[in-house]
């Protein structure tokens, strides 16, 4: 059993001496295209009483937000990941639009100068992110797929939810909230009827979780530390990511193209840290669910 350990590591160190030797080349450069997708479950947002209509309507509103395609840029220590402006909703300016007033732009990685700069836009105001690269606790697992022509290797990792991340967003308490949110409700609207008229905080039954737990699919065939979005700090490219409701998937790949795109630091918007720009997330969130409550309350109230 050892000696077969044994040999099957030192078969996987010599692939990856090759692969190394292969893009040590000066001027090294590939494109991967990847396709992210988001699930949501409808009935834990005030969907329950909807129509099986209505909630495909609303579910096709939503598509061009939850399914979306990415470029990512890469070369041995930088990538450059932004969304693909050629398939954006012909919608004004407004197709990179995201939920709670947020527009995604580009995500720079540089992993020899752990440095992460990210241009975001938030409710009307323009942001960079500058930061160090956050490196998540891989744990590699053995377990090995293929993808495409790509041999790839399954590392997981506990990975920290930041404000920001919509996507994971739940009935607090999970299932067993759900239930306990529904009897309170029916029995809120049966004790006074006049709290079915009243508008309901949104906010109320929804809570993002502390961690959420990532799956990742990388490949030492292509021997870069890289990955899309935040995603990095494996042996290989990182072609597939399952975190929370959301899946990235790497659907093409292309080395060294001919005509390659410039990998360039985001430079516009006001200059914070990533801690900072959570913390204004989280005060914008506070905002708005207080003027929620206000106009509740007095719409909510009897007049004499």
Do not use: H
């Not at 004004?92 to 720079?108: E, K």
């Not at 490949?219 to 490219?237: A, C, F, H, K, Q």
């Not at 985001?266 to 506070?286: H, L, R």
């Amino acid at each position: 059993m050892k000696l077969k350990t044994t040999i099957k590591n030192l078969a996987i160190l010599v692939v990856m001496i090759m692969s190394s030797n292969a893009f040590a080349q000066d001027g090294f450069q590939g494109q991967a295209i990847y396709m992210s997708k988001t699930t949501v479950d409808m009935d834990s947002f005030g969907g329950r009483e909807m129509s099986p209509e209505r909630k495909k309507a609303i579910m096709e509103r939503m598509k061009s937000m939850l399914e979306k395609t990415f470029i990512l840029d890469f070369n041995k220590t930088e990538s450059m990941y932004k969304e693909d402006e050629a398939l954006e909703a012909p919608s004004g300016g407004r197709g990179r639009f995201n939920m709670g007033g947020m527009s995604a732009g580009t995500v720079y990685k540089n992993v020899k100068d752990n440095q992460l700069l990210q241009d975001q836009e938030f409710f009307g105001k323009q942001f960079l992110i500058k930061d160090s690269l956050v490196k998540l606790d891989w744990k590699m697992t053995g377990e090995s797929k293929q993808i495409g022509k790509y041999t790839c290797f399954k590392a997981t990792a506990t990975k920290k939810v930041d404000a920001a991340d919509w996507t994971n967003m739940r009935r607090r308490g999970g299932d067993r909230g759900k239930k306990e949110a529904d009897k309170k409700e029916t029995a809120e609207v049966k004790s006074d009827s006049t709290k079915a008229d009243a508008p309901k905080d949104p906010f109320e039954d929804i809570e993002i979780p502390k961690e959420v737990e990532v799956v990742a699919w990388y490949t030492m065939d292509i021997p870069v530390s890289g990955g899309p979005g935040e995603y990095w700090g494996l042996p290989g490219l990182i072609l597939e990511v399952n975190s929370g409701r959301t899946t990235i998937l790497c659907t093409k790949i292309v080395m060294n193209p001919s005509d390659k795109n410039e990998i360039k630091k985001p430079t516009k918007g006001k200059e914070v840290t990533m801690e900072a720009y959570q913390d204004i997330v989280k005060k914008k969130m506070e905002e708005m669910r207080e003027m929620f409550r206000s106009r509740g309350g007095r719409g909510g109230g009897r007049r004499n």
